[in-house]
Structures are given as C-alpha cells and as structure tokens.
C-alpha cells in the first residue's frame, strides 16, 4: 500500500468520474428543506427548555477604562440571579489566539466599547435580561485612540502597557532592489487607499449551550468553526483536561470567519456557567450583542506605489500596510501577514518593498472574515493595476497579461510557482466571455449620449494562498468506516457552515473511491470526537479538509481492491467501483455486490476501517526579509463587473458578473456555483452599502440588521455561469483547491475599476456609498 503522496498522485491524471465534478445534491438538503435540521437553539427547544440556565453579558460602556468593582444588587440575588467575572474563572483567562493579550472576561481594564465585563444567568430569562442592565460596574476612564496613524504615533497612551508600543505586530517583505525598480519606470502611480470594517451579519448569532457532565467535564452544543480549538480553549479557562470536554458543532447559520474567532468564546462563556453551578446553559448573543462584541473585517490604509516601464512590465512596488487591529490581536498578525505576502496581486514583480503593521485601538478588534486579509490588498492591487494601463494607453487586460504569473515563474517571497497555475487561461476565457473589448467601447459610446446615467465595466484579478499561513502547521485528517451492510460512515472535524464541504464534497470523495451511492454515506462531521481536521477556515474545508478523507477512503479502495481482484478472478486495474458493487470492466458480468464484498472482507480479516492523515509540506521563510515559502498553492480568481451610475443620486447598480476560477478540481460545480453567488452578494455588500459607525468614544452605532445595510436580491446582478480552468493542486484530493473565498476577494475591485470607468474618477476608498459617489464627481 502506497504512502499518502503516492495515494493522491494515483487519481490526479484521471479523466472520467462517477461523481467527482458532477452536480450532486447535498445529502443534508432535504433535512433543512423542510426545517428537520436542528441548529443549536434547536437542540435547548427540544431537550433543555425549562432546565437551563440563561446567559447574557454585561458589556463595557467606556472605550478604555480601569474595572474598580462589579457586583450585583441585593434584590437579584436574592432572585437567585448569578454573577460570573473574571475572578470566578477557575482556569487561566486567556485566549488571545495570535498573542496572549486577551481575557474571555475582562480583568483589570477594558479595552473597547462593548468589551465583555461580567455574565449574569438566570433561570428566568426576563431576570436575566433585567440584570444585564442592573449590574453595577465602577470604571475609571482612561484615555483612549481610535484612530490608528495616531495610535502607531503616540506612546503615551497605550492600550497594552506590557506591549510598550500600540504597533501589535509587524510584517515585511523585501525583494530586488526598489530604487532601481523605480527608476526604469516609465509610469508611477502612487495613492492611499482607505478600506472599511465590515460586519459579517450572519443570520444566526452567536449561540451555545453548555451541559455538565457527572465526571465533571462539559459538553459544549455551539456555532464554531473549529470544535478542537473551542475545546483547547473550554478546557484552558476551566482547567481541565482537554478529555474532559466535548464540543458539538450542529448546523450554523452562517459563519464567514466570525464564529472561527468568536464562537470558541461563546462556548467557553456558556461553559463557565455550567461547569460552576452545575446545570445547562445557554447563551445566545442579541443582534445587537454580535455586532458590538464579535470581531470584524480589518480596516485598513494602504500606501501603495507601483512603477512600470515603456513595455507594460512592472518595475517595482512599494507598500506600507496599516490594519486598524482594534483592542486585542486576534488573527490580526496571521491577517496581516497574508495581505503582505499577496501585495503585488498575481503579477511578477522584480523589486518589491512591503511594511505591515497591526495597530491597537480602542475599537472592537478584528478578525477572520471570508478573503482573510486579501480582499483590501488586492483592492489596492488592481487599483494600481487599470491607473498604470490607463497611464500606459494600455488596454487592462491586455496589461494584466503582460505581468500575469505563470507556471515557473517567482512570486515577490521568491517562491517558485512550480505547478497550478492557470490564471491567465482564466483571464483570457473571462475576457473573451464577456466580449471585454467590444463592451468598452460600447459602453464608452453610451456614456457620450447619456448625460444622467453612466456605464462602466471593470476587471480584477486575484489570488489567494491555500492553506493557512507558512507559520501555522496545516494537516487533514478522517476516519472512514464500511458498515457490515457496505454502507460508510465518515468522521471529519470539518464544520457545515452553509458551504457544503462534509455534506457534499467529502461525500462525494467517498462515494468515487468506493462505489458507493450518497444515500448510504452518513457524515459524523464537527465534532472533537472526530479526528483533528484543522479549522473551517481559509477554504480548506473541501480541499484541506478533504484530503483525509481521500486518504482513508483510499486505503479503504486498495484493501477492497486487492479482495474483489481475489474473489472475481480479474485484475485490480480491471476493477470498477459504482453503484454499491464491484465489477470487471472487461467482463461486467463479473461482479459482487458491495454488502457481499464486506462479508468476504469480515471473513478473511480484511479491516474495515482507516484514518487518513497528511500534514502539508511546507519550506522555510526568513521573516527578517520577508522572503521564502508562503503558500503550498494559489487559488486564482477572475471577475469581470459591469455598473450603471445615476450621477444625480449617487446610486451604484452592479448589473452583470463574470466569473472565472482556477482552483484545481472542481469536486461539485453547483455547490462551487453557489459560493460564488453569494461571494458575489457579500462583495456588493461590501463595495456599495455596508459601513459600520462608529461613535466618538468608539461605540457601534449601527447594532441592526435596518441602520446596517446589507444586500437584498434586488441588488444582486445577474451572474454569468462561472467559468473553471482546472489547474490541479498536487496534494488536493483529485487535485481540488480552495474554492470559497475567492470571488469575493476580487469584487470590490472590479466594481471600483467599473464605477472609475464610468464616471473618470480615482477610486481609493470604500465603500461606494452614493455620498461618496456624489464627492468623487464634485456633487458634495
């Protein structure tokens, strides 16, 4: 039997599937269809309602101050209201991810405006809710920033005084020689770019509902997405053994990044209750708790300066990026790392110069959120990119191509881009779709009779690392198991969120490897009974996260090969798996059914079951240059936008999308259609309308689903079929690479490329609200 990388190598080359790159339906859609699907408050209605504690968080009211006292009035505890701080923590109060500068309860100071303080419970959920506002915490105010330039300037007021500085972490790349780099430029574009917070407004908020165990552990129900590490965390702040707690990840409402960084939190605040007074709790987090207290999409200003010479060739970047961190660190060193390493786009660039800083402010922090620190920087990007082709009399694609990475070529880390690289097929394809040329200059034609209404169409190009970052291990790992009866059940740590990755693609993994159908797989998936899989993040739930499944069910087919080769007589390469049987491809009326291939297994001592595992190789990196390995691979994304602009209200109407990916295997087109669908709607979002505003002193102002504005299917374009460039991915199981969050990250970009198409503006800064709109066009 062959190692892991001879196992992925045996399919990579094949070209007929039974079900992998087919538009298989999931097997949880009818169980949500017709509302079975039980979602964490599901599980309290159905097993806890009336036994169960109920938990709501006392927020901080003041940006930044000391914690004198809390406590609760008499006449509530007298009700048996509970009170939990930070000195009830039985643990250790820490679970900063990136750097241990985070409390779960706040201790000693707070550090934001809705930062939580204290957790009152009740059994009574009007007590509870009273007490939230009865509470009675005394703070002394201290000085605060909210503005990062200012923050990185100052060192008399400090948000970590044990930082000694408010820069969190800093980046750098270093590549080439820049001076030189400039000075063969024939053009130069230097701009700021200003880039907002985004709230992920999942339909669900945060919820989790924690049960004591008799043997003194706790079982944690909740929206995450990664339960091993909610139960690293659960098991920190309570002290116990990381086997004394079990965390179950149900069906999430949506997620995008926040319940990576958040829901961990929730869990653990639930747990505390439960663990310390000994029954079930439950805490769901109000609309307005979750936009106050989760952390957001980074806000981030971009210096960005970028030469080319007479040929259209890149000559040299220099960057300085300043990410708005907010009061603790969170995943903002990993976020800002990532914008770093993809600052020059998906371009060759022989000089390069990049600084990142993560900032401390006294503002709600930032976190994970769906393009991961990628969406700005690559908004910045392609910026740069149309301003040097307009400058050049360069048509953009036509630059783009010019500058375009390909197979063999370096990127700005010196990494060597030795395979999956199929960006400028997806660029040409998508360009030739959407008839680029032609569109121009019929919309350049329009826009001369048109005094009110202006059209503009827009590319942007983008591409996305796979995996987590080089300073982070990344490994897959499952369990396949074959029933008696040839039936499979699948064990993978990989979270349903809405994409898909347990629910169709590790299925459909299972069902090409072993002949069997969807409806005899059953997926245990979420749980940290299940192996190790790594987080539901970063795009890896199909592509990382499947390649322990490819794996396991790959051991599976060769043990079950080497029988049913026994048992019929024929060779194994003669073999074919389909439809629960085995069967001679050259005689098919030589074959066995599954079931009975398993009873001839159980009979002969062939196992049944294997775990798959593989920790993705990666190579060194010197941070001190910023040069080095970063990624194993790049997913690429292309997205062609058109726009309309009513230049008398402001008002931005994206009208049609062309997408183009090249992200290895597509394992099922219809679920990979849907995500780009609805990165398409999260980028309007993001481009046009959503804007989170703050107060002086750093309050939300805006904690609703009607002060924040989100898309409706009214502001949905119309979206080209998507078009797929398979540059298989080496270690990808049949060559898959991620797929969910790239047509978001290029969005934005190709809708400010549109609107500065229809209107010849510079656009630097989001979103394109109609305010903005009307200041760019000299309205306002």
């Known amino acids: ?21 087919k538009k298989v339906s999931r097997v949880d859609s009818l169980e949500k269809a017709l509302g079975k699907a039980l979602f964490t408050e599901d599980y309290y209605i159905d097993y806890f309602l009336g036994n169960t504690l109920y938990v709501k968080q006392v927020l901080s009211t003041y940006p930044h101050a000391r914690l004198k006292s809390i406590s609760l009035p008499e006449h509530l505890r007298s009700k048996d209201v509970k009170l939990f701080t930070a000195r009830d923590i039985p643990g250790e109060n820490q679970v900063g991810y990136a750097l241990p500068d985070q409390p779960l309860l706040a201790e000693g100071k707070v550090r934001y405006h809705g930062e939580v303080v204290a957790l009152v419970a009740s059994m009574d959920m009007d007590e ?8 009675r915490v005394e703070y002394e105010p201290l000085p605060y920033i909210l503005d990062p330039l200012e923050a990185m300037n100052r060192n008399d007021i400090l948000i970590h005084e044990e930082a000694g500085s408010s820069i969190a972490f800093k980046t750098r790349v270093r590549r080439g020689n820049v001076e030189e780099g400039f000075s063969r430029a024939h053009v130069i574009v230097e701009n700021e770019y200003k880039l907002h917070h985004q709230e992920h407004a999942y339909l669900e908020t945060e919820a989790a509902l924690a049960i004591p165990s008799i043997e003194g552990g706790v079982t944690i ?10 139960q690293r965390i659960v098991a920190r702040i309570l002290g116990l053994p990381l086997s004394k707690v079990k965390i179950v990840a149900p069906y999430i409402g949506g997620g995008f990044g926040g319940k990576d960084d958040e829901g961990p939190l929730t869990c653990a605040k639930a747990a505390l209750v439960a663990y310390l007074t000994g029954k079930p709790a439950l805490l769901i987090y109000s609309r307005e708790e979750s936009i106050k207290v989760h952390p957001k999409r980074e806000a981030a200003i971009i210096r960005y300066r970028s030469g080319a010479d007479a040929d259209g060739r890149l000559t040299a970047i220099d960057v300085t990026i300043i990410h708005d961190t907010g009061a603790y660190a969170n995943r903002g060193p990993f976020i800002l790392w990532r914008a770093t390493m993809h600052a020059s786009g998906p371009y060759v660039v022989p000089n390069a110069r990049i600084d990142g800083y993560a900032v401390y402010t006294n503002k709600v922090y930032q976190g994970s959120f769906r393009g991961f620190g990628n969406l700005s920087i690559q908004f910045a990007v392609e910026r740069q990119m149309d301003q040097l082709a307009e400058r050049l009399g360069l048509d953009p694609v036509e630059f783009r191509l010019k500058n375009i990475v390909r197979e063999g070529f370096f990127t700005i ?34 826009n001369k009779h048109s005094e009110r209404i202006k059209k503009g169409i827009g590319v942007a190009v983008a591409w996305h690392g796979i995996s987590t970052s080089r300073g982070v291990p990344d490994w897959s790992n499952a369990y396949v198991k074959i029933e008696q009866d040839g ?23 299972v069902c090409e490897l072993l002949g069997v159908t969807p409806n005899r797989v059953r ?26 499944v490819y794996i396991a069910a790959s051991k599976l087919r060769e043990r079950l090969s080497e029988l049913a080769s026994r048992v019929l007589g024929v060779s194994v390469e003669d073999l074919v798996f389909a439809d629960n049987k085995v069967y001679s491809k050259s005689n098919p009326g030589k074959q066995i059914s599954l079931r009975d291939l398993v009873k001839e297994a159980v009979a002969r001592g062939v196992e049944l079951s294997a775990t798959g595992y593989f920790f993705l190789p990666k190579g060194r990196f010197d941070d001190a240059v910023g040069q080095g390995f970063a990624y194993p691979a790049y997913s690429y994304i292309v997205v062609v936008s058109e726009v309309e602009v009513d230049t008398l209200t402001g008002v931005v109407r994206v009208t049609r999308v062309y997408p183009g990916l090249a992200a290895g295997r597509i394992i099922n087109p219809q679920q990979v259609e849907g995500q780009i669908e609805g990165a398409v709607a999260q980028g309007v979002g993001y481009a046009l309308m ?24 009214k502001d949905v374009p119309e979206i080209a ?40 503006v510079n656009v630097t800064r989001t979103p394109l609200t109609p305010e903005e709109v009307l200041r760019l066009i000299g309205r306002l």
Not at 524 to 548: F, K, L, M
Not at 690 to 713: A, H, M, Q, R
């Open 221 to 230: 129900i909740g929206g995450l997405q990664y339960p091993h590490l909610g």
């Open 523 to 548: 997926v245990v998936y979420g749980t940290t009974d299940s192996p190790d899989t790594g987080a539901t993040h970063a795009s890896r739930g199909s592509s990382i996260g499947g390649i322990g």
């Open 1 to 21: 039997m062959g190692d892991a990388t001879s196992l992925l190598e045996k399919w990579l080359s094949a070209s007929e599937f039974l079900v992998i790159g």
């Open 721 to 760: 079929e998507p078009i797929y460039v398979e540059d298989l991915f080496k270690y990808g199981p049949f060559g898959a690479k991620g797929v969910g969050e790239m047509a978001l990250i290029p969005m934005p970009a190709s809708i400010a490329n549109a609107v500065s198409h229809a209107l010849g």
């Open 487 to 509: 039936s499979v059940t699948l064990y993978t740590g990989i979270v349903e969120i809405g994409q898909g990755s347990p629910s169709s693609a590790h299925v459909q993994i």
């Open 413 to 446: 880390t010196g990494q060597l881009l030795d395979h999956s690289v199929g960006v400028a097929d997806a660029l040409v394809k998508v360009a030739n779709t959407c008839r680029w040329r032609e569109r121009r200059r019929e919309i350049e034609e329009f």
């Open 690 to 713: 959503e804007k989170l505003v703050f107060s002086d002193n750093g309050e939300v102002l805006n904690t609703n689903l009607t002060d924040y504005v989100i898309p409706t299917i």
């Open 128 to 135: 509870a809710l009273r007490a939230v506002e009865e509470v």
